[in-house]
């Protein structure tokens, strides 16, 4: 059973930056794929990035990946997103996500079954 507990959310004035953890367990031994995804209210569900633990191959959305970046620590089973230059609309759920590689190859897809509890983002001044 994949368990993953998402850290580092917070209320941050516009400009500022944030780095959120996803703490993973119960992995075993298989190769998986970790991402991000956020959920604004009354929006949809919006894939963020999304990493490979095989072989570090990476994914983010064009819309945040000159600000975004994410990043795994192996030894750990730990996965960041470190967000820079945060903007009000950034605001949201952010929740972590785990299944196998495929669902990151090309993109980030929507059908990754294992989710954590999320953490808030607020970017307010």
């Known amino acids: 059973q994949v368990q993953l507990v998402e850290s580092g959310g917070g209320l941050v004035q516009p400009g500022g930056s944030l780095r959120l953890s996803c703490a993973a367990s119960?992995?075993?031994?298989?190769?998986?794929?970790i991402g991000w995804f956020r959920q604004a209210p009354g929006k949809e569900r919006e894939g963020i990035s999304c990493?490979?633990?095989?072989?570090?191959?990476?994914y983010t959305i064009q819309s945040v990946k000159d600000r975004f970046s994410i990043s795994r620590d192996n030894t750990n089973d730990t996965v960041y997103l470190q967000m820079d230059s945060l903007k009000p609309e950034d605001t949201a759920v952010y929740y972590c996500?785990?299944?196998?590689?495929?669902?990151?190859?090309?993109?980030?897809?929507?059908?990754?079954?294992?989710r954590g509890q999320g953490t808030q983002v607020t970017i307010s001044s």
């Open positions: 996500v785990a299944d196998a590689p495929i669902y990151c190859d090309g993109g980030i897809s929507e059908g990754f079954r294992n």
């Open positions: 119960g992995l075993g031994d298989r190769y998986w794929a």
């Open positions: 990493i490979r633990t095989v072989d570090g191959w990476s």
